[in-house]
């Protein structure tokens, strides 16, 4: 079974993937944060994340996924956002499925798409 983390904040996903990159694939996936209740602000998040979930049982247990919250609606809108402007990460929508050190990256309705997602991590 494929190890899964969860953190929440820039500097947490910078020293998990720090501690992860090392082990094998790592798929990494960026929404909006949950609120009290468990659910994200971001629509497409919600809609995403069950068919994430669903497709990451087909995943090699050498792999590891790890899920990103990127703050608050307003956190997020702010074009500064350390997600955005980061080299690493640069990304311009939540939710962002990737394979980690590779090109590879489903955003927004993308990763709802279960053969998209089910096809970035068969490679």
Known sequence: MVKRHQVEGFKAF?????????????????????????????????????????????????????????????????QNCVFRTNDKTKLKSVPTLLKWGTPQRLQEEQCADKNLVAMLFEE
């Not at 659910?39 to 069950?50: L, N, R």
């Open 14 to 78: 910078q020293d998990k993937v720090a501690e992860l990159e090392k082990d094998g694939d790592l798929f990494v996936l960026f929404s909006g944060s949950k609120n009290a209740a468990g659910e994200s602000w971001c629509p497409d998040c919600v809609v995403a994340y069950p068919v994430v979930q669903d497709c990451l049982k087909d995943v090699s247990d050498d792999s590891t996924f790890l899920y990103v919250e990127v703050g608050g609606r307003d956190e997020w809108k702010d």
